[in-house]
């Protein structure tokens, strides 16, 4: 990984997704992503519902960076983000997600749903959009930037893997 210089790119404006990006150049440098079903981990950062809302939003600042380092037309709508990239499913399921939860309806609904003693379908329904909200305001709010990619060094084996920028 050091001599591919495949390391995690380091200049995030907000909170990184480092391990997006480097799984990103690790794929286009030809490398394999195993996936193993029995495999688990723990990672275990307690949050409240208004504490969670400022991370997603953070997430979302964090977007502008990771569009430019991840060049893929289908990037922001896997984070929730409308876009004029989307396909038409997601732009519509986006704009009517964004018309029912907006800045007038988000504050009240945030509060309430902070206030819940027992969780039920809606509820969770609600918070995940709730979330998705504050991911795209984030996202909305942030400046454009134009980080620099971590350039990926050619293999030079014969028959290795193929070479990424």
Not at 50 to 59: E, F, K, M, P
Not at 67 to 78: A, I, N, S, T, W
């Amino acid at each position: 990984m050091l001599d591919r210089n495949l390391v995690f790119h380091e200049d995030w404006a907000n909170i990184g997704h480092e391990d997006v990006e480097l799984g990103y150049r690790w794929t286009r440098a030809g490398y394999a992503v195993v996936y193993e079903p029995a495999a688990w981990g723990e990672h275990y950062h307690p949050h409240d519902l208004d504490s969670a809302c400022r991370l997603q939003a953070s997430i979302g600042r964090g977007l502008r960076d990771l569009e430019v380092l991840v060049p893929e037309p289908d990037l922001l709508e896997r984070y929730g983000v409308c876009s004029p990239r989307a396909s038409l499913r997601g732009r519509v399921r986006m704009t009517v997600r964004n018309t029912l939860f907006n800045r007038v309806t988000v504050p009240p609904l945030q509060r309430s749903l902070s206030g819940l003693r027992r969780r039920h379908a809606l509820a969770e329904w609600m918070y995940w959009k709730v979330l998705l909200f504050h991911t795209e305001q984030g996202y909305r709010t942030a400046p454009r930037r134009r980080p620099r990619p971590v350039v990926t060094v050619a293999e030079t084996t014969p028959g290795a893997p193929g070479v990424a920028g």
